[in-house]
């Protein structure tokens, strides 16, 4: 009780000053693998993520006048599409495709997928399994897909539909650059919490450790931050990211984190031990 108090406490500080920004290049192939030795401080941390990876800069004149299936690529950072067809001009139904555990069957949510020769073009697509999904009618209420054409700034589609009769969800967007990449809702990358991880881990009062693996092999990290003598000081435990495609978990414990590491939160770290799962 006392840490749900707490953190409510300090919601409104570090959503109106410390909310990280997205701005991650899309494709991230980052190296970084903490495993909880501590590295000296080297440079502040700021709200900005790694420049290691540039990002997308495409070409804004498309040479296309017509999409076909081999512009749609999901070979992307969480990418993730079933089987897709052409039905019309710039006009698209695909299947979502199962999430990682085939024991649970009505896990159809997450997509993400690139789109080359987008320049100037209204393009639709269909999906035709959202009864499959345990969150169908999710797709009639709170999803509204959303692109990018830098993996920095993240737009909604100005049209979506869902039929309740067949499960078709429709959404459409017209496009002003060359590449765009979409997802049903923001997301954040694997590449950005391994570059958010290394980055604070330089901090004196933060260590940064793995608690084991997730199925597919990535690290599950335990982040704790203090100044505080454990033995005399309550623990608060926060856990973020359990469910793998409700990014606004992760993205509100980062802009706690980055609150707690600021000057501003240096009293809570003097007076609590914060153990983070981020």
């Not at 954040?188 to 330089?202: C, G, N, R, T």
Request: hydrophobic share 30%; net charge neutral.
């Amino acid at each position: 009780l006392l840490g749900i108090l707490l953190a409510l406490s300090l919601a409104s500080t570090f959503l109106l000053h410390y909310n990280y920004p997205i701005n991650n290049p899309i494709n991230s192939n980052g190296t970084n693998n903490i495993d909880g030795n501590k590295t000296p401080p080297e440079t502040p941390l700021n709200n900005t993520d790694s420049n290691s990876n540039p990002p997308i800069t495409p070409p804004k004149q498309a040479n296309k006048t017509s999409l076909d299936i081999n512009d749609i690529d999901s070979a992307i950072e969480s990418g993730s599409l079933g089987n897709i067809t052409k039905t019309g001009e710039n006009e698209f139904s695909f299947y979502l495709r199962a999430d990682k555990d085939s024991n649970y069957t009505s896990w159809y949510y997450w997509f993400g997928f690139k789109i080359n020769n987008s320049y100037n073009k209204t393009v639709t697509f269909h999906i035709m399994n959202t009864k499959k999904s345990y969150q169908s009618e999710g797709f009639a209420t709170w999803c509204t897909p959303v692109y990018s054409y830098d993996g920095k700034n993240w737009s909604r589609v100005d049209y979506k539909e869902y039929n309740s009769s067949n499960g078709v969800f429709t959404f459409r967007q017209h496009f002003t650059s060359n590449s765009v990449v979409i997802h049903p809702s923001i997301p954040y990358y694997y590449s950005q919490l391994k570059d958010y991880m290394k980055e604070i881990s330089k901090l004196p009062f933060v260590n940064v450790t793995v608690l084991g693996k997730s199925d597919e092999g990535r690290n599950v990290y335990l982040t704790t931050i203090t100044e505080a003598d454990p033995s005399k000081s309550k623990t608060i435990w926060i856990v973020s990211g359990q469910h793998a495609s409700e990014s606004s978990g992760p993205l509100l414990v980062r802009g706690l984190m980055n609150f707690l590491v600021s000057p501003e939160g240096a009293l809570y770290r003097r007076e609590y031990v914060w153990k983070i799962c981020p």
